[in-house]
C-alpha cells in the first residue's frame, strides 16, 4: 500500500440511487489497483430515494449535509474528509473513477488544485447538451480566464483534485452550482499552484433529468464572476462611457455639429453629459467595491490599485470635488447672468444649455467625488 498517500474520494449525492453504487465500485477498485489507501465519502444533500443505504453497503463512508445545494454538499464533505488530498466527483456516472491517475500524479507534483478539462479529454456524444458545449461552457471559462487572468480552460468540470487544506483557506461561500466557479477563481486569485488534465465526460447514467438548470445556474456562474472582478464590472465599463460622454460633450459645448444631414445639439449634449457622469460613478462604485472586498478578504490585493487609493486620500478628494463643486458654481452663474441681461425673460436654450449641462454635471461629479472620499476613508478606517 502506498501509505505516504491517502486520498479521499468524495461524491456530492442528491438521489443517485441508480448510479451511485456504480461510482464508488469504480473509485473503490482504483485505490486497490493502485495500492492507494484511502476513503470514499459520499456527501449526501437529503437524498429520498435510499442513496445513503447504497452508499453505506458499496463500502462508502456517508456524511449528511443538510444545509441544500451542490457547493454545500461539497463543502461538507470536504470539511468531514480524513485525508489532506482528495478528488471530488459526480454520482452520476459521467466521469471515470477507474482513471483518476493523473489528478493523483499533480497532487503528488506539487498542485493545489488539478482541474479536469473535458474538451482536452473528450466529450462522448450526448454527455452534454449543445448550449453547455457550444455557448455555455466556452463562454463562462473565457470571461473567467479574462476576469481572472487563468489559464484554466474548463472552468466548470465537476472532476478535480486538491488539498484539503489549501481549499478550505479559500474560505468558499457560495452554496449552489457556482461553488466550482469560486473555488477555481479564488484558487487563481490567491496564487495557488493549479494544473490542468485531460477528463472524459460520458453520459450519465440517470433516467432522471440533472440537476443542473441551464440558464439560471449559467445567470449564477456569471454573476459571481462580475461580482468577484469590479475592474470588469464597474471600471472598465466605467471607463469607457466617460470617455465616450466627453468625447461626444467637449466639442457640443462650443456649438452644434453637422454630420451630413445631422446635426447633433444640446439633446445629444445632455446625454453625452449624462454618460460621463454615469461613467465616472461606476469608476468610484469599483473602488469602493475593491476595498470592501479587500478589507473583509473577499478579494486579493491589487497593486495598481493600492497605487492610485495611496496617492489619492480623503484630502486630495475633497479638494477636487470641492473644485468641480466650484466650477459648477461658475458656469451656473454665467447661466444667471445671461438671464438676466435678458431681464430674465425668454432666452435661447441653445445658448444656455451650453453653461447650465456642464455647470450640473461639474456640481454631480463634485458631490459624487466628495461623498465617495468621505465613504473610502469609512471603509479604511480599522475597527478596534
Known amino acids: 500500500m502506498n501509505r505516504a498517500f491517502r486520498l479521499s474520494i468524495l461524491m456530492p449525492c442528491l438521489n443517485e440511487a441508480e448510479t451511485l ?3 464508488i465500485r469504480k473509485a473503490r477498485q482504483f485505490l486497490s489497483e493502485h495500492g492507494i489507501e484511502g476513503e470514499i465519502l459520499v456527501a449526501d444533500n437529503g437524498s429520498t430515494d435510499g442513496s445513503q443505504d447504497i452508499a453505506r453497503q458499496a463500502g462508502a463512508r456517508v456524511v449528511d449535509v443538510p444545509t441544500k445545494g451542490y457547493g454545500s454538499a461539497l463543502l461538507g464533505g470536504i470539511l468531514a474528509a ?6 471530488m466527483g459526480d454520482a452520476d456516472d459521467s466521469y471515470d473513477f477507474t ?6 500524479d499533480a497532487l503528488k507534483n506539487g498542485a493545489d488544485l488539478v482541474m479536469g478539462n473535458r474538451f482536452k479529454g473528450g466529450i462522448l456524444p450526448g454527455a452534454m447538451p449543445f448550449l453547455h458545449r457550444y455557448l455555455g461552457n466556452p463562454v463562462l471559462s473565457f470571461t473567467a480566464r479574462l476576469f481572472f487572468k487563468s489559464d484554466i480552460g474548463d472552468f466548470h468540470c465537476g472532476l ?9 483557506a479559500l474560505d468558499l461561500q457560495t452554496t449552489g452550482m457556482e461553488f466550482a466557479s469560486e473555488m477555481a477563481v479564488k484558487a487563481a486569485m490567491r496564487g495557488l499552484k493549479i494544473t490542468e488534465v485531460p477528463a472524459i465526460l460520458r453520459p450519465d447514467g440517470r433516467t432522471r433529468p440533472p440537476h443542473l438548470r441551464t440558464w439560471s445556474d449559467g445567470w449564477r456562474h456569471l454573476k459571481f464572476l462580475l461580482l468577484y472582478s469590479p475592474k470588469w464590472l464597474f471600471f472598465y465599463p466605467g471607463i469607457a462611457l466617460a470617455a465616450l460622454g466627453i468625447l461626444l460633450s467637449t466639442p457640443l459645448l462650443f456649438g452644434p455639429i453637422h454630420i451630413g444631414r445631422v446635426n447633433l445639439d444640446i439633446n445629444t449634449l445632455t446625454y453625452s453629459s449624462l454618460l460621463t457622469i454615469i461613467g465616472v460613478q461606476s469608476v468610484l462604485f469599483s473602488l469602493l467595491t475593491y476595498i470592501f472586498g479587500v478589507n473583509s478578504s473577499l478579494l486579493p490585493r491589487d ?4 497605487r492610485l487609493l495611496s496617492r489619492v486620500g480623503l484630502e486630495q478628494g475633497l479638494v477636487a470635488g470641492a473644485g468641480m463643486i466650484l466650477l459648477g458654481f461658475l458656469s451656473s452663474l454665467a447661466a444667471v447672468v ?11 436654450p441653445t ?3 451650453r453653461l447650465v449641462i456642464p455647470g450640473a454635471v461639474l456640481f454631480a461629479l463634485g458631490f459624487q467625488i466628495l461623498f465617495t472620499s468621505f465613504f473610502i476613508s469609512i471603509l479604511n478606517t480599522k475597527l478596534k
Open 21 to 23: 453504487e456504480t461510482c
Open 82 to 87: 480524513e485525508n489532506e488530498f482528495m478528488i
Open 99 to 104: 482513471n483518476l491517475q493523473p489528478f493523483v
Open 160 to 168: 478535480r483534485g486538491f488539498r484539503k487544506s489549501a481549499i478550505l
Open 303 to 306: 497593486e495598481s490599485t493600492d
Open 338 to 348: 445671461y438671464w438676466g441681461e435678458n431681464r430674465f425673460g425668454t432666452i435661447d
Open 351 to 353: 445658448f444656455s444649455m
